[in-house]
């Protein structure tokens, strides 16, 4: 079985899509420390040819609590700011109607957590891609431990029967493949390949944006073919 485990980003770039597709079982990771100024509440959309920052509002945000213990702020109707300003950006795109439709159903819903909003909302976007991965979240799995880092990790692995781990590339230098191999567990490393589409309005691409960017400008069935746009590497 491969597994993948990842904090839960809000509307995430293609390559957590990419592994979330390859895998048999993708663990979002929301009893872990939050993060200021990460994707778990901010992301970019392209917005006059430039990458511009949305940002979820929270209560009490800090890098001291867990990711599933902070709230979102709705105090700021952030929600509908959110949603014109995607109006605005894209109404002449070229998935337009489809994609802001699912935006506002997953929008309008009301979430207590910023866990539950990036939960959800991947998984509702991980239905419209056809992607037929079995989804667990951390905080609910029967396993308590003060292991951390890698060692949590492995610890997840070994509960779930995984033979195959695999990691975005940027998290190269944080596992040790020794480890792995002494649980006979393959570590492996997602690189996303280059990929561009025709963006609104844009000549030079932007990239590394929100899926939002990626769905508005594709059609679903484009979307899913850049899905297996990736390789997969060793450490060594």
């Known amino acids: 079985m491969k597994l993948a485990i990842m904090q839960p980003y809000v509307f995430p770039y293609i390559g957590y899509w990419q592994l979330m597709n390859e895998v048999d079982a993708f663990i979002f990771y929301d009893n872990v420390n939050f993060i200021k ?15 511009n920052k949305f940002t979820i509002p929270l209560i009490n945000a800090s890098q001291n609590r867990l990711i599933n213990e902070i709230e979102i702020d709705y105090s700021q109707k952030w929600s509908q700011k959110l949603l014109n300003s995607i109006f605005l950006t ?22 207590r957590t910023i866990s539950e909003l990036n939960v959800n909302s991947s998984i509702e976007i991980a239905k419209k891609l056809k992607i037929k991965t079995a989804f667990l979240i951390a905080s609910e799995l029967d396993y308590k431990t003060d292991l951390k880092g890698e060692d949590k990790i492995l610890k997840y692995c070994e509960l779930k029967g995984a033979v195959h781990y695999i990691n975005p590339v940027g998290g190269v230098d944080i596992y040790d493949e020794a480890k792995f191999e002494s649980k006979r567990i393959k570590l492996s490393f997602l690189k996303t390949n280059p990929t561009s589409y025709k963006q609104l309005g844009k000549q030079a691409f932007v990239d590394n944006l929100s899926i939002i960017d990626v769905l508005m400008n594709n059609s679903f069935e484009d979307v899913c073919e850049m899905l297996s746009q990736f390789e997969l590497k060793s450490k060594s």
Do not use: D
Not at 37 to 51: C, F, M, P, Q
Not at 91 to 110: P, S, V
């Open 37 to 51: 100024k990460g994707y778990v509440n901010r992301n970019s959309i392209l917005i006059n040819g430039l990458a």
């Open 90 to 111: 894209y109404k002449k795109a070229l998935n337009f109607e489809e994609t802001y439709l699912l935006l506002t159903r997953i929008l309008n819903e009301n979430y």
